[in-house]
């Protein structure tokens, strides 16, 4: 059964830079997308960006300037960067496993994380 | 960026009922359409994907249609374990957008 785990700092300081590592057991990471999402207490989903196992990326318009994502197949392993902190960025962030191939050629992220809650404060 | 709007944003609703709830996108997406089930302090579940398929492990009473802007959600006898919010999501293009989610409660 494939498991993700984010982790990461609990608490971050305003203007300093969130770094998240999402690590998948139970499977390969290859061959799929891996995204990010986050969801702001009581709010609704957002979703960050995502990564390719060959590295490939696509970020949010509202959020490119500030992200960065990475994949280390080796450890399979995700992470996440988001530089320039603010309180808006305090929210819970998944990860989830976003598959192209058959039945799945729609690309839903059928597996997500427990997610990470992260709060921005100083 | 494609909208995805959802109606209502909550419904009141008791065990037994046919419940409905309606997702729609700002222009076409054909069939990349998900729903998703969240219950409180926990990840969104997988239920629904290509709009009408069900997720394994899903229960028969959940069933998606819709193509093109306007999918459906049905639920056709909530039961208990079911008072949750419901989110969907396009996955035609990115950045990848969920509609604003409907929390079904106990009427």
């Known amino acids: 059964q494939v498991q993700l785990q984010e982790s990461g700092p609990g608490l971050v300081k305003p203007s300093e830079t969130l770094s998240l590592t999402c690590t998948v057991s139970?499977?390969?990471?290859?061959?799929?997308?891996w995204s990010w999402i986050r969801q702001p207490a009581g709010k609704g989903l957002e979703w960050i960006g995502r990564?390719?196992?060959?590295?490939?990326?696509n970020y949010n318009p509202s959020l490119r300037s500030r992200v960065t994502m990475s994949v280390d197949t080796s450890k399979n392993q995700i992470s996440l960067n988001l530089t320039s902190l603010t309180a808006a960025d305090t929210a819970v962030y998944y990860c989830?496993?976003?598959?192209?191939?058959?039945?799945?050629?729609?690309?839903?992220?059928?597996?997500w994380g427990q997610g990470t809650p992260v709060t921005v404060s100083s | 960026d494609i909208q995805m709007t959802q109606s209502p944003s909550s419904l009141s609703a008791s065990v037994r009922d046919r419940v409905t709830i309606t997702c729609r996108a700002s222009?076409?997406?054909?069939?990349?359409l998900s729903w998703y089930q969240q219950k409180p302090g926990k990840a969104p579940k997988l239920l629904i994907f290509?709009?009408?398929s069900l997720q394994s492990g899903v229960p028969s009473r959940f069933s998606g249609s819709g193509s093109g802007t306007d999918f459906t959600l049905t639920i056709s006898s909530l039961q208990p374990e079911d008072f949750a919010t419901y989110y969907c999501?396009?996955?035609?293009?990115?950045?990848?957008?969920f509609g604003q989610g409907t929390k079904v409660e106990s009427k």
């Open positions: 989830a496993r976003e598959p192209q191939t058959h039945p799945y050629t729609s690309r839903p992220l059928d597996y």
């Open positions: 139970g499977g390969s990471i290859n061959t799929y997308f």
């Open positions: 990564i390719y196992t060959s590295g490939n990326t």
């Open positions: 222009q076409s997406i054909s069939n990349y």
């Open positions: 290509a709009a009408s």
């Open positions: 999501q396009q996955s035609y293009s990115t950045p990848r957008t």
